[in-house]
Nanobody
Framework: QVLLVESGGGLVQTGGSLTLSCAASASGFSINAMGWYRQVPGKQRDLVAE???????NYADAVKGRFTISRDDAKNTVYLQINSLKPEDTAVYYC??????????????WGQGTQVTVSS
């Protein structure tokens, strides 16, 4: 099992900044990648950013240059630094982990979500 605990969401004004954190605890799994998705009501959950073992990163076009994903392997924690927030960034942000078990099977795990609201 992989447990993901998020923190750091909240209400921010346009142009402000936030840092989201996601702490992972894994039992019987090795984590290959961690990332953040976001979802607004009535829409699908979309990738925001991900970081893989080894440090390679991937960002959605809408957030490139404003969002930065990083990880602290010693703490098994991934961070999302969000700058220059826009009202359209308002969403529930979900932490995601791609993890592999002893059979080399890959699974997806999700956090509970944290609300980010950007006021105009």
């Amino acid at each position: 099992q992989v447990l993901l605990v998020e923190s750091g969401g909240g209400l921010v004004q346009t142009g402000g900044s936030l840092t989201l954190s996601c702490a992972a605890s894994a039992s019987g799994f090795s984590i290959n990648a961690m990332g953040w998705y976001r979802q607004v009501p009535g829409k699908q959950r979309d990738l925001v950013a991900e970081i893989r073992t080894g440090g390679s990163t991937n960002y959605a076009d809408a957030v490139k240059g404003r969002f930065t994903i990083s990880r602290d392997d010693a703490k098994n924690t991934v961070y999302l630094q969000i700058n220059s927030l826009k009202p359209e960034d308002t969403a529930v942000y979900y932490c995601h982990a791609e993890a592999m078990d002893s059979r080399k099977l890959t699974f997806a795990f999700w956090g509970q979500g944290t609300q980010v609201t950007v006021s105009s």
